[in-house]
């Protein structure tokens, strides 16, 4: 039986939620049915979560919603996530974790440093892209000033891998003379986010204002090659 779930608890690959083992103090009760699989149920309960935080907040998320949409009990969500904020917590670990294991299958290292890089941010745009959820989930936690954030160990490990790739890459390049020395590879990274974060989370309101179509597939493929382009040149020798 898979006990309850608290913070900075997945596997370093696919982080996938696994559970911390409870104070043995209290024999805890078995959760209320559903347990034939407990993983898979905890993975139901994270995907149905992680629309409703994306779409609501913390504030305004309700874990009777959550265990409606489910058909399940409110019992069975704190069972295995503790609370309302472990399992916000547990999303946020969740969807890091699934931009990281698809980062780990570029194969960056096998490519030269340049098609490496246009590779690299290409998929950070076409991401963000694909998992607006994941944009509205990082925007709420940045209005909590990274409280929840703090509260996973997992969270800093999740994103070293990503940061060491870029680096490589970088440092591979100006190694050959591709690249120009004395950029900060988390600099870097901070640059590409910044500009595949604004095109999902301010189009709608750019688009209103300057009057431009960007829900398009040819403007959207323009402005990711724009995007590519940006941060290829800027980094280049």
Request: zero cysteines; charged letters at 25%; glycine letters at 6%.
């Amino acid at each position: 039986m898979t006990p309850p779930y608290t913070p900075a608890a997945m596997s370093s690959t696919v982080p996938a939620p696994r559970a911390v083992r409870a104070a043995p103090a209290k024999k805890r009760a078995a959760p209320p049915s559903r347990t034939n699989d407990p993983e898979r149920t905890m993975a139901d309960i994270l995907a149905v979560a992680t629309r409703e935080f994306a779409e609501k907040g913390l504030a305004g998320a309700r874990i009777d919603d959550i265990a409606d949409a489910m058909r399940t009990s409110k019992r069975m969500i704190y069972y295995y996530f503790g609370s309302k904020e472990g399992l916000y917590v547990a999303v946020l670990e969740g969807a890091y974790g699934r931009m990281r294991a698809i980062e780990a299958d570029l194969h960056l290292d096998d490519l030269a440093p340049e098609p490496a890089l246009r590779r690299l941010v290409g998929f950070t745009v076409d991401y963000q892209l694909a998992n607006p959820d994941f944009i509205r989930l990082v925007m709420n936690e940045n209005m909590y000033r990274g409280e929840y954030l703090k509260q996973s160990a997992l969270i800093q490990q999740l994103n070293v891998p990503a940061i060491d790739g870029l680096r490589r890459v970088y440092e591979r390049g100006v190694a050959t003379g591709a690249f120009r020395a004395g950029i900060d590879p988390v600099d870097l990274h901070m640059s590409i986010s910044a500009l595949s974060v604004f095109n999902v989370a301010n189009r709608h309101t750019f688009a209103l204002i300057f009057r431009r179509d960007l829900e398009s597939p040819a403007a959207q493929a323009a402005r990711r090659d724009s995007i590519v382009e940006m941060v290829v040149r800027f980094v280049r020798a």
